[in-house]
């Protein structure tokens, strides 16, 4: 099973802020999954996420660490 990230770490993964990471789920950009009524996202979805924004050289992704 893929480990599941909070908004926070995909954020600090992406270098970007927490808001932003609820317009990439508001735009249905980020996948995520619901535990107990929370966001929690898969880290296969984030690394999708990336790949897919990914422009010029095929270059490989490394998984965000869970901490």
Do not use: I
């Not at 099973?1 to 600090?12: D, E, F, I």
């Not at 980020?30 to 898969?42: E, K, N, Y």
């Not at 880290?43 to 095929?58: C, I, Q, T, W």
């Amino acid at each position: 099973m893929t480990p599941l990230l909070t908004k926070k770490q995909v954020a600090a993964y992406l270098a970007v802020s927490t808001r932003t990471v609820d317009n990439l789920v508001a735009k249905r950009s980020l996948a995520f999954v619901l535990v107990g009524g929370r966001r929690r996202f898969r880290e296969d979805d984030v690394l999708y996420y990336v790949a897919s924004r990914s422009f010029g050289h095929s270059q490989s992704v490394q998984a965000p660490r869970v901490s």
